[in-house]
């Protein structure tokens, strides 16, 4: 039998987990403690005792991935991390550097079954979904090899965060809590490439989170060949649902939209965009599209990023083009 990952578990669990093998309650608070410190061992965990840690270590483990490959930009200071996770599988985070502390991109899969053209994490389709542990796990040893706290998350990593639901909210609500790392929810943004129903179930979990949805195309034909996940959730029922979102949390929505240059960068495209999200409570983040050799996507020209940025912010759309870190170590 695979001993328990501890990470997975929340302050709750830990504790009925901790007296369930014979232990006082006192002895999960100290173990929560140490797991939040980002412990790789229960040998690193001194102020238990020695038989408890030999007890830990025969029955459960933490869970913390290991480090395959560290690149670091000169540019910037962005770091990208290849982890390495219990059964062998890798998965990719990010840390960012910006004037309010620091960010991570981590990943909700290892691979992603969404398909959309302009990406990379999806050629080789899912091979599986992460745990919640996994997910706090990426976290958590980025900021023990830094020794520095990271205060933000983006849920844009390798995965699609909606179709593996369940371990996601649960992700959010364990690194939420003050026992742990305590991040504001407001502090958190989960992109999803449009899964209708789990934007209906997210809205009822009243998350007080940054929603991100990877539009890409303001025309359903047009969308369908970029994401195919457009095929089973049509462009108006996904506008539907991102609508009733910002009715039912009060949430402004931050839509993607990645530019892929002669596709979806034109003026008619800007227009119709406009029209789209018309009178709706969101912001529209341009994203100058990074080529993927096997999928022959062409960047976007400066010239027609600032004149798609120009016809929205015309028509009172909140635009920005999204700042470019990493770039010499492909983050």
Request: aromatic share 6%; net charge neutral.
């Amino acid at each position: 039998m695979e001993p328990i990952c501890l990470l997975d578990l929340s302050r709750e669990e830990l504790g009925a987990w901790v007296a369930g093998i014979g232990e006082k309650p006192f002895r999960a608070k100290q173990i929560y403690a140490w797991l939040y410190r980002g412990v790789a061992s229960f040998a690193e965990m001194t102020d238990l005792s020695k038989p408890l840690r030999e007890k830990l270590t025969d029955l459960a483990m933490v869970g913390l991935p290991e480090i395959d490959t560290k690149l670091v930009s000169k540019l910037d200071g962005t770091v990208k991390y290849l982890f390495r996770l219990r059964d062998g599988e890798t998965v990719e985070s990010v840390v960012m550097r910006y004037k309010h502390g620091l960010s991570i991109c981590v990943s909700s899969q290892v691979g992603c079954r969404m398909g959309c053209t302009f990406c990379a994490s999806t050629l080789g389709g899912l091979v599986r979904s992460l745990s919640p542990g996994e997910i706090v796990g990426q976290l958590l040893a980025a900021q023990r090899d830094l020794g520095e706290r990271i205060g933000h998350i983006v849920l844009m990593g390798m995965g699609e965060p909606l179709d593996n639901y369940d371990a996601v909210i649960k992700f959010l609500k364990l690194v939420n809590d003050t026992e742990g790392l305590g991040i504001s929810y407001r502090n958190i943004s989960l992109s999803t490439c449009g899964i209708v129903d789990r934007i209906y179930d997210l809205a009822k979990e009243k998350l007080p989170i940054t929603l991100s949805i990877s539009l890409h195309a303001p025309f359903s034909e047009m969308r369908s060949r970029l994401m195919p996940i457009n095929r089973k959730y049509p462009l108006a029922s996904l506008m539907e649902a991102c609508r009733s979102y910002t009715e039912t949390t009060s949430r402004r929505i931050s839509f993607e939209y990645a530019l892929v240059g002669g596709v979806n960068d034109t003026h008619e495209c800007a227009l119709a965009l406009a029209g789209l999200l018309r009178g709706m409570l969101c912001h529209v983040n341009l994203i100058p599209v990074n080529p993927v050799a096997e999928r022959a996507m062409e960047r976007t020209n400066p010239k027609a990023i600032a004149h798609f940025q120009e016809v929205l912010a015309n028509r009172h759309i909140t635009v920005t083009v999204r700042r470019e870190l990493g770039s010499d170590i492909n983050a």
